[in-house]
């Protein structure tokens, strides 16, 4: 197949891997343009004293079918493990643990032996829980409506009451939403539900990487886009983005037949003109919500499963990061901690404070562990605010500039801000793309 046309991709998270990927398989020239000095964007890994370290606890759930894709395109689905079925330990601090484990069964009846054996509920909140999710069954996450409503609200009116919030709903919302479900907006919560947890029987089944994000991201997508005949340019900032189009590339003017903006919001909105996307400053109103990761390296293993949520405790899922790390004796913890609003500006001591005596409550074989290493990762940004009227804010991937568009988990994906919805949004822009150089051409 012949190369046609000058696509440039600003920005080298999942959006634009996923973008210039596709792009590059239809047969058209690609720039990807990364300002950082490493592909993978919100999703990488670092080195620290040989340890390597993930920024963030990335999994995804068999539900998300553009982000499998993506493995598939570079090759990787070998280096990520998937559950045979959903399987989760949730820890207390003093009382018995619960677990919630799907049946073999068609959805939503597989979550039924789940909630009925679910120690950490009453038999009444097990019953009221399933008669709430039927209840979001027959609502439609894409209602404009439900934009504008809060989850929280809608739970206590479905007689959702404490014990089944923080036990059952915050367990799956929080991680997927990074929002409180007070403040979460209905439409993306009732999605996650709807998608992850009520559809398909192994739609939720999480999967985990077995080897360092950079790796399973970053290096493979550059030799990937490269090996398709595109071009990846790291270090290179992205200044502005023009009519015509054209961008500018360390000062310097590019020009293109395509445009795809694959940047936070944050970054979008004073890169494209204003006449491409004059509601641009609106994206502001999106905000940011931020995660925070606790890093514990134990002398010795405490933790005898893969990761483990926890309910009643400021732990919301632990992860044995061991096997990744290049760690060659004792244990690797890393506590993923969503809509961390209250410990982004924490310093690490005080973190250490709680977060200690918090795991040993949970694993009290942590109480006999020495401690090697202790640190904490922030990402202040790490998601958009996904509160009610966000939906409303989030672009299309179409803009007013013919050849430019727009791509980014934060653009009307149908999905919260996750890697499938980065995923989808890049897929979006290349066929947008295509059809825009189709159109050029014929004419």
């Known amino acids: 197949m012949s190369a046609r046309g000058n696509v440039a991709v600003v920005g080298g998270g999942l959006a634009g891997i996923s973008a210039a990927l596709a792009l590059l398989e239809a047969g058209v020239r690609t720039t990807l343009y990364e300002a950082r000095p490493r592909l993978g964007g919100a999703t990488h890994s670092f080195d620290r004293d040989g340890l390597t370290v993930d920024n963030g606890q990335h999994v995804f759930l ?7 894709g993506l493995l598939d395109r570079l090759d990787v689905r070998d280096l990520v493990r998937v559950q045979d079925r959903l399987d989760i330990r949730v820890l207390t601090p003093d009382g018995p643990a619960g677990r919630l484990r799907r049946a073999k069964a068609p959805g939503p009846l597989h979550l039924l032996p789940a909630l ?4 950490l509920l009453s038999p009444g909140d097990r019953l009221r829980a399933v008669r709430a999710s039927l209840a979001l069954q027959r609502l439609d996450p894409q209602d ?3 934009d504008g409503q809060a989850m ?5 009116a479905h007689g959702q009451r404490e014990r089944a919030r923080t036990a059952l709903w915050e367990l799956f919302l929080i991680s997927a939403l990074n929002i409180g479900v007070d403040d979460a907006a209905m439409g993306p919560a009732t999605m996650v539900c709807r998608q992850g947890l009520l559809g398909r029987s192994d739609a939720a089944d999480i999967g985990v990487p077995t080897v360092p994000l950079g790796e399973l991201h970053g290096s493979v997508a550059a030799k990937r886009i490269e090996g398709l005949g595109g071009r990846v340019r790291l270090k290179a900032k992205v200044s ?3 009519a015509g189009p054209k961008l500018v ?3 310097e003017p590019v020009a293109a037949d395509a445009v795809v903006v694959a940047v936070p919001h944050r970054a979008a909105a004073p890169l494209v003109p204003a006449q491409a996307c004059p509601d641009r400053d609106r994206w502001a109103g999106l905000g940011s919500s931020p995660i925070i990761n606790v890093h514990v390296v134990y002398d010795r293993p405490v933790m005898d499963v893969p990761f483990a949520a926890a309910v009643g405790s400021p732990v919301q899922w632990v992860f044995d990061r061991t096997p990744t790390s290049g760690l060659a004796r004792g244990q690797y913890l890393a506590v993923s901690v969503s809509a961390a609003d209250g410990w982004i500006d924490t310093p690490a001591a005080d973190v250490r404070a709680a977060f200690l005596p918090a795991l040993e409550r949970l694993f009290p074989a942590a109480r006999r562990a020495r ?3 202790f640190f904490v990762t922030r990402e202040r940004h790490a998601t958009f605010r996904q509160s009610p009227g966000s939906g409303a804010l989030r672009p299309a991937s179409a803009t007013r500039l013919p050849g430019l568009f727009l791509a980014g988990a934060w653009t009307d994906t149908g999905w919260p801000d996750t890697m499938e919805g980065a995923v989808r949004s890049g897929l979006t822009a290349a066929r947008l793309v295509r059809r825009h150089l189709d159109g050029v051409s014929g004419r």
């Open 240 to 242: 502005a983005v023009h």
């Open 152 to 156: 929280g609200g809608w739970l206590a």
């Open 116 to 119: 009925a054996r679910y120690r």
């Open 371 to 373: 401690v090697t290493d």
């Open 62 to 68: 068999k539900c998300c079918t553009a982000y499998r």
């Open 144 to 146: 404009p409506d439900l």
């Open 249 to 251: 590339v360390d000062g």
